[in-house]
């Protein structure tokens, strides 16, 4: 059975985007080079990756991938986006476009994965639909040192420490790395 892992940038305060979806604030963080150093790594462990219809429309518009598609950033990877919408296609790339709830999805994506992870790309709800399923093993933060007024949460979902154990922490340029691994509600 792949392991579901959630790794993902935020602020401070715990925010993915602001209010308009943008991730500006992200990449004025100085020292980013060096917090993605190890995006290569982790990368390489992931057989299939999950994203809601925001994330997706983000990386449409943000890298132009609608004109130039051969750019999508997992050519190697199955990627599934959820979205109860009619979403542009990507001609060459294997991106399967789902709608319904996580449970039902999810016997095709842990096949897609393999023996390899599933990332979970964002956004925070559906996150939390893996969660609320049994299906989060892991969320990897890069904490960057910027606050929000308001924005896209991380999580909106209440995870309790009970469920949450801190596996790692490490400094990577000004980001802080943290890494906890979470207690699928059928452990003890």
Known sequence: MPRVVYNTATTLNGYLADDENSLSWLFAVPGADE??????TFLSGIGALVMGST???WLLHHE???ESPEKWFYPDIVSFVLSSRRLPRLP???VRYRSGDVESLWPEVAAAAGERD???VGGGDLVGQFADAGHLDEIRLSVA?????SGKPLLPRRLESDSLRLESVTAAGQFAELVYSVRRPSEP
């Open 35 to 40: 917090a993605e150093s190890s995006f290569s």
């Open 55 to 57: 994330t997706y429309e």
């Open 64 to 66: 132009g991938l609608v």
């Open 92 to 94: 060459g790339a294997d």
């Open 118 to 120: 599933v990332w979970i």
């Open 145 to 149: 040192p910027v606050t929000l007024a």
